[in-house]
């Protein structure tokens, strides 16, 4: 059975790669774990190995070509004769034991490959239905690997005309997951792959229908803004293994501190949903608000400071500052997102987008980001700390005078869990005190 070689995932935040340097030729012979082609993101280039042995055929993206994350971009075939016009995915007319009827014809959406070393992806979710009107670049379907969770678009507009493959399902990388078509099904299905015992569809070459118009062009999407991480006091028991969520639902439940499975525990179906993830956090009318502080401690931070400014160049101190809570946030609340920290005092008022450096090396944000903590400078001051009732993120305060400091920790509830406020007050305290352990952990 040919074999999908698709732009594969190399990093979390990876949406796409580009085709540095095909190292087979179409029509050469493939071993598995030979290098088949270079890619490159914005973090590495590297050599991608082919999945399965057999002839490179149909090589749909040219070298220096980007091109998304899940997106095919050549076959590995049995012979090199079974190649297809580059422009157009393959065509399909099959039958499949456990369906209703004979499948329809129409171009194959596979099981794509996010990762090198990935054989399978479960379905988490459909975002079409059969019958469907379809644009290119519309999201068909989530899917799951033991590293991330995707959204596969569309590659050509068209009409579902066939689900192949059933929610929470584990489909091999390259099978056929569902079946879009140029007209409109007289007969649209929806199978699962337990309905056909397993069997994969079976392809067969089929005359391409006439080309579609263009579809016009759907709106760019927007950049999902940073909110304040939140949480919520969940069952102590949660389910053991894989929990199948949307990548949006994984965003919230990540920026908001929610363990996922603790959640599913509460009661939450699955495949979870972003609509599920807020209607649990939802905050009540009046939340409680919580003081947490840490004792007297030694000031270690300003002659950090001063060694950084002069040994270093990073004379912004305030970004210094920023970087301590952001990882001290990071260790608390493990997030993959970024963590955008609000500086105010000492006659700063900054915003910090994502103070990921661990010298501070980071500007302030040009325009106005909702944060996710807010830090409040009181040192030099005669105030310690100040409560003025709940804010929009939980704010973290350091004061004191001289070579003492005291950390103080407010937030309401829904923002923070009671370990997650214990763990963000001892690792700052701790790197303010000991700066040394802000550059090891």
């Given at each position: 059975?040919?074999?999908?070689?698709?732009?594969?995932?190399?990093?979390?935040?990876?949406?796409?790669?580009?085709?540095?340097?095909?190292?087979?030729?179409?029509?050469?012979?493939?071993?598995?774990?030979?290098?088949?082609?270079?890619?490159?993101?914005?973090?590495?280039?590297?050599?991608?190995?082919?999945?399965?042995?057999?002839?490179?055929?149909?090589?749909?993206?040219?070298?220096?070509?980007?091109?998304?994350?899940?997106?095919?971009?050549?076959?590995?075939?049995?012979?090199?004769?079974?190649?297809?016009?580059?422009?157009?995915?393959?065509?399909?007319?099959?039958?499949?034991?456990?369906?209703?009827?004979?499948?329809?014809?129409?171009?194959?959406?596979?099981?794509?490959?996010?990762?090198?070393?990935?054989?399978?992806?479960?379905?988490?979710?459909?975002?079409?239905?059969?019958?469907?009107?379809?644009?290119?670049?519309?999201?068909?379907?989530?899917?799951?690997?033991?590293?991330?969770?995707m959204e596969v678009p569309a590659s050509a507009a068209g009409y579902v005309a066939a689900l192949l493959a059933g929610e929470?399902?584990?489909?091999?990388?390259?099978?056929?997951?569902?079946?879009?078509?140029?007209?409109?099904?007289?007969?649209?299905?929806?199978?699962?792959?337990?309905?056909?015992?397993?069997?994969?569809?079976?392809?067969?070459?089929?005359?391409?229908?006439?080309?579609?118009?263009?579809?016009?062009?759907?709106?760019?999407?927007?950049?999902?803004?940073?909110?304040?991480?939140?949480?919520?006091?969940?069952?102590?028991?949660?389910?053991?293994?894989?929990?199948?969520?949307?990548?949006?639902?994984?965003?919230?439940?990540?920026?908001?501190?929610?363990?996922?499975?603790?959640?599913?525990?509460?009661?939450?179906?699955?495949?979870?949903?972003?609509?599920?993830?807020?209607?649990?956090?939802?905050?009540?009318?009046?939340?409680?608000?919580?003081?947490?502080?840490?004792?007297?401690?030694?000031?270690?931070?300003?002659?950090?400071?001063?060694?950084?400014?002069?040994?270093?160049?990073?004379?912004?101190?305030?970004?210094?500052?920023?970087?301590?809570?952001?990882?001290?946030?990071?260790?608390?609340?493990?997030?993959?997102?970024?963590?955008?920290?609000?500086?105010?005092?000492?006659?700063?008022?900054?915003?910090?987008?994502?103070?990921?450096?661990?010298?501070?090396?980071?500007?302030?944000?040009?325009?106005?980001?909702?944060?996710?903590?807010?830090?409040?400078?009181?040192?030099?001051?005669?105030?310690?700390?100040?409560?003025?009732?709940?804010?929009?993120?939980?704010?973290?305060?350091?004061?004191?005078?001289?070579?003492?400091?005291?950390?103080?920790?407010?937030?309401?509830?829904?923002?923070?869990?009671?370990?997650?406020?214990?763990?963000?007050?001892?690792?700052?305290?701790?790197?303010?005190?000991?700066?040394l352990r802000h550059l090891l952990l």
């Amino acid at each position: 059975m040919p074999h999908d070689v698709t732009m594969p995932q190399l990093g979390m935040a990876q949406d796409a790669g580009k085709i540095v340097a095909w190292l087979k030729k179409p029509g050469e012979r493939v071993v598995a774990g030979e290098a088949l082609f270079e890619v490159e993101t914005d973090k590495a280039t590297m050599e991608v190995e082919a999945q399965a042995a057999g002839f490179l055929t149909e090589v749909r993206a040219a070298e220096g070509e980007d091109v998304p994350v899940g997106r095919v971009i050549a076959r590995i075939s049995e012979t090199p004769q079974e190649a297809a016009s580059a422009s157009a995915a393959p065509v399909v007319s099959a039958t499949g034991p456990g369906s209703s009827g004979p499948i329809p014809e129409g171009r194959a959406v596979t099981m794509p490959q996010l990762g090198m070393a990935q054989d399978t992806g479960i379905v988490v979710a459909w975002h079409v239905a059969p019958g469907d009107k379809v644009a290119e670049g519309d999201v068909l379907f989530e899917v799951e690997t033991d590293k991330a969770t995707m959204e596969v678009p569309a590659s050509a507009a068209g009409y579902v005309a066939a689900l192949l493959a059933g929610e929470g399902e584990e489909v091999p990388v390259g099978e056929t997951v569902a079946i879009l078509s140029d007209r409109m099904p007289d007969a649209p299905m929806r199978r699962t792959r337990a309905e056909a015992g397993g069997t994969p569809l079976v392809v067969q070459p089929a005359a391409p229908a006439p080309a579609a118009p263009a579809p016009a062009a759907a709106p760019p999407a927007t950049a999902p803004a940073i909110v304040r991480p939140a949480s919520t006091v969940l069952p102590a028991s949660a389910p053991q293994g894989r929990i199948l969520a949307s990548p949006k639902a994984r965003r919230l439940a990540l920026e908001r501190g929610i363990d996922m499975a603790r959640l599913v525990a509460s009661g939450v179906s699955q495949p979870v949903h972003a609509r599920d993830v807020e209607a649990f956090i939802a905050p009540a009318s009046a939340p409680a608000s919580h003081r947490l502080a840490a004792g007297t401690l030694r000031d270690g931070f300003t002659p950090f400071a001063t060694w950084a400014a002069e040994t270093a160049g990073i004379t912004d101190a305030t970004a210094l500052l920023a970087g301590f809570a952001a990882a001290s946030l990071r260790a608390a609340m493990p997030a993959t997102g970024p963590l955008c920290i609000a500086v105010t005092g000492r006659g700063a008022d900054r915003v910090y987008p994502d103070p990921d450096d661990r010298l501070g090396r980071t500007d302030p944000a040009a325009s106005p980001m909702l944060p996710a903590l807010i830090l409040r400078d009181l040192r030099g001051s005669r105030i310690t700390a100040i409560e003025m009732g709940t804010d929009r993120a939980p704010v973290l305060m350091v004061g004191g005078r001289g070579d003492a400091l005291t950390v103080t920790l407010v937030w309401a509830d829904g923002q923070l869990l009671a370990d997650a406020a214990l763990a963000l007050v001892d690792g700052f305290a701790g790197r303010l005190e000991e700066p040394l352990r802000h550059l090891l952990l």
